[in-house]
């Protein structure tokens, strides 16, 4: 027999159980990156292993279709949670349970608020709340109770109802980002002293038919986009740096009388505001105005910006400025009025993705008398599907502001 066809046997007494001999902390912490129900399933391992599980820093629930049933779920989340030492901190939840349709309101709020008991730091919660615009499928409500925590830094809520009190985060001191989607938002404020970026998209504001209040002084980053029902109120935001709103494509529409000030009965669907929230008092642009980096998308029925122009504060900061269709639907006043209040602006684009009406004309020239102040404007970009009348106006505004024609860059979409 050749020196290469011989083999070894290895003693059972030579044998290492490197895994075993790893502390404990070290084999929860790998524990986490399973998916709950597989860490669960270690437990028959060997004896150490029964309980390892129990006190893992990650809790994933994602793969909810090998639960066949709403009542086995329950059992396993009850079992997974409920037992759990407040006192074993948490580092990460995500709950994924897209796979059901109907969940037990107060058994859904009581996970939450218990995996925050155990100092949950990022919570992912993801539901439907309905299935299709067709179909009337009752979704989660979590408690109109405010959330309690000190250690919370990051929420993410997709397909849930929110009411009132639970949009109160004045009680989550070190909340620093907030992701809501798909969501029914019924409340009159979204408060928090310590949040840095919020994220909301694709959510019902729906509080009375009257606009929600966003105040979070402390926000760096808004990104407001595709949402339904009542234009959202935004608060002073003094360290906002970068913010996207998208509005107006799924509520509010033109309405001369609404617009004009008009009192009386109108079947326009128009909100208007209360008296604490004057027509002389800006709805969006006072919040957003100390960004840095700004995009305006909205429908070319949308109001409440136009409205805000007539008191337009001055952009003191603004760098980057993004606008579309809705700048340039009537006339050209809304361009001007930003281009008049952004003495910093080093770039603008303009999104030109509809054809304009044969009759638009440049209205609001007289503005032009006032010269415009664009020292610092390095780049024009101008995306549209051809070089129409607006084009050639907005050229000639910039023109008149000695910008040079090479600084303008044309793109076709």
């Known amino acids: 027999m050749s020196h290469r066809a011989k083999t070894v046997k290895a003693s059972p007494s030579s044998r290492v159980d490197h895994l075993s001999a790893l502390p404990d902390s070290v084999l929860q912490h790998a524990l986490g990156f399973l998916e709950a129900r597989e860490a669960v399933r270690t ?140 969501c029914v938002i019924d409340t009159d404020k979204i408060l928090s002293q310590s949040l840095k970026h919020l994220i909301i998209m694709g959510c019902e504001l729906c509080w009375r038919l009257h606009p929600t209040l966003i105040s979070a002084p402390s926000l760096i980053s808004l990104q407001l986009d595709d949402y339904a029902g009542v234009t959202p109120i935004l ?17 509010e529409e033109y309405c001369d009388f609404c617009d004009q000030g008009g009192f009386g009965e109108c079947d326009c669907g128009m909100v ?27 429908s070319s029925k949308m109001v409440t910006f136009k409205r805000d122009l007539r008191y337009c504060p001055e952009f003191s900061k603004l760098k980057s400025l993004l606008l579309n269709d809705w700048c340039l639907v009537a006339d050209l006043q809304i361009l001007l009025s930003f281009l008049h209040h952004t003495p910093l602006l080093e770039r603008l684009t303009l999104q030109l993705c509809k054809k304009p ?33 607006r084009v050639r106006n907005i050229f000639k505004i910039l023109s008149c502001s000695s910008i040079s024609l090479e600084k303008i860059n044309v793109q076709k979409l």
């Open 43 to 182: 437990c028959v391992l060997a004896r150490r292993w029964c309980h390892l599980w129990r006190l893992i820093p990650r809790l994933r629930v994602t793969e909810v279709d090998v639960f066949r049933s709403v009542e086995k779920l329950n059992e396993f989340m009850d079992q997974l949670l409920l037992p759990r030492d407040h006192g074993s901190a948490l580092d990460e939840c995500e709950f994924d349970l897209r796979g059901f349709l109907r969940l037990d309101d107060a058994r859904v709020d009581l996970w939450i608020r218990h995996v925050l008991t155990c100092h949950a730091q990022v919570l992912q919660l993801q539901l439907y709340t309905r299935l299709s615009s067709t179909q009337d499928l009752s979704g989660v409500t979590l408690a109109n109770q405010p959330l309690l925590s000190q250690h919370l830094w990051r929420l993410e809520l997709n397909g849930v109802s929110l009411e009132d009190s639970f949009l109160d985060f004045s009680s989550c001191s070190m909340l620093k980002d907030l992701k809501i989607t798909n």
């Open 272 to 298: 208007c505001l209360e008296d604490d929230c004057a027509p002389d008092v800006s709805v969006h642009l006072l919040g957003l105005s100390t960004a840095s980096y700004l995009e305006l998308i909205a």
């Open 235 to 251: 608060q002073r935001m003094p360290l906002l740096e970068t913010g996207s709103v998208s509005l107006g494509h799924h509520n």
């Open 357 to 389: 009406k044969s009759d638009m004309e440049l209205e609001g020239s007289g503005l032009m008398e006032e010269p415009l102040i664009l020292k610092q404007l390095k780049i024009v970009e101008i995306k549209c599907q051809m070089i129409d009348e």
